[in-house]
């Protein structure tokens, strides 16, 4: 399980998490909402390690990821794959290049990287992309690229990290439907999104965050029926909420 206890965060004067705390279930999809700024990206960060908490506690497995030195820490990174925003895939390497960067550092043969490639793809429905670079694949191709980067170290965690940002309808629901596969196959989402389709979609479990704080937690139908008005706008796509309801 992963959680976040009481984490405050801040860069110079900006505020960013002012005591949020949450909780992601092992074996479920867990979507983080909020306001573009809100904190949202800031909390995959560090839950992999890439930032630092100023207050508060950020546990995988209940191991405090801070007080991990870092051999403990890449170890812990075994077990989380990170699905960035633009795929982050290296322009210069293939496909099966990209994917097979994470399987050698873990040690793993020739021939079983190679098998696990194949696998990966398949299970993106990019097979046969091998030999491809990143330019020559579409918006939708690179993500789905990325994601199976990310499942072919066979994590226990995946962070998405505005995992639909920039793609037509039709990519997006490709792209939601992977998230759900993913967890059908044992692995633990946490999903950074602002897309109300892919929350309800793809979210067992969805978190809102605003103002630093989680404002709310619980599935789609329970979000929906809301009374709450930072809720309900968000929902609703008013603007009374970018203008700070408290």
Not at 201 to 222: F, H, N, S
Request: proline residues 4%; glycine residues 10%; charged residues 30%.
């Amino acid at each position: 399980m992963i959680q976040l206890r009481d984490v405050f965060k801040a860069f110079g004067p900006k505020e960013v998490l002012r005591g949020f705390s949450l909780d992601v279930p092992e074996g479920r999809n867990t979507v983080l909402l909020g306001l573009s700024g809100s904190g949202k990206s800031v909390t995959l960060k560090l839950i992999a390690g890439l930032l630092v908490a100023d207050a508060g506690e950020v546990l995988v497995d209940g191991k405090s990821v801070p007080d991990l030195d870092p051999d403990a820490l890449a170890l812990l990174r075994r077990d989380i794959a990170f699905v960035f925003q633009f795929a982050a895939l290296f322009d210069s390497m293939t496909v099966e290049e990209n994917i097979r960067l994470g399987l050698r550092k873990q040690g793993m043969d020739d021939g079983a990287q190679r098998v696990r490639v194949r696998e990966s793809l398949a299970l993106v429905n990019l097979e046969g992309a091998e030999a491809r670079y990143p330019a020559e694949l579409s918006g939708g191709m690179r993500k789905r690229a990325g994601i199976a980067r990310a499942v072919a170290l066979k994590p226990r965690y995946i962070l998405y990290d505005e995992p639909t940002t920039g793609l037509d309808p039709v990519n997006s629901a490709v792209i939601d439907e992977l998230m759900v596969r993913t967890r059908d196959l044992g692995a633990t989402g946490l999903i950074v999104t602002h897309d109300l389709r892919t929350s309800f979609k793809c979210g067992d479990r969805i978190a809102m965050l605003y103002q630093g704080r989680l404002r709310a937690v619980g599935t789609g139908d329970e979000l929906r029926r809301s009374d709450d008005p930072v809720i309900s706008d968000f929902i609703e796509g008013r603007p009374t909420m970018a203008e700070g309801v408290t």
